[in-house]
Nanobody
């Protein structure tokens, strides 16, 4: 499984960004797709996840109501629409894939990350 993120950048507080994650490789290895983030000097934080079947989406409390995870009809691209961005959202954002559930501990495939900076 290969995951390539794009769409990061710098934005002012209150602004929006949309991240994309292009996935390749065996689809059966991508049962759940998710986004994580890591701010400087902090641990990696789970942000959102979506089952490839579309049966469910999940969000951390810190982004619920502001971020939306979705996927295209081919199920090979996952998006993270981020609205009402705040400085505390500044982090490197990683796309991840799980062969099983959407539990944060189940993600085993990772992209290289895309930087989001909110000022």
């Amino acid at each position: 499984v290969q995951l390539v993120e794009s769409g990061g950048g710098s934005v002012q507080a209150g602004g929006s960004l949309r991240l994309s994650c292009a996935a390749s490789g065996y689809a059966e290895l991508r049962n759940c797709m998710g986004w994580f983030r890591q701010a400087p000097s902090k641990g990696r934080e789970w942000v959102a996840a979506i089952y490839a079947s579309g049966s469910g989406t999940y969000y951390s409390n810190s982004v619920k109501g502001r971020f939306t995870i979705s996927q295209n009809s081919a199920r090979n691209t996952v998006y993270l629409q981020m609205n009402s961005l705040q400085p505390e959202d500044t982090a490197m954002y990683y796309c991840a894939a799980s062969t099983s559930s959407c539990r944060p501990s189940d993600f085993g495939y990772w992209g290289q990350g895309t930087q989001v900076t909110v000022s």
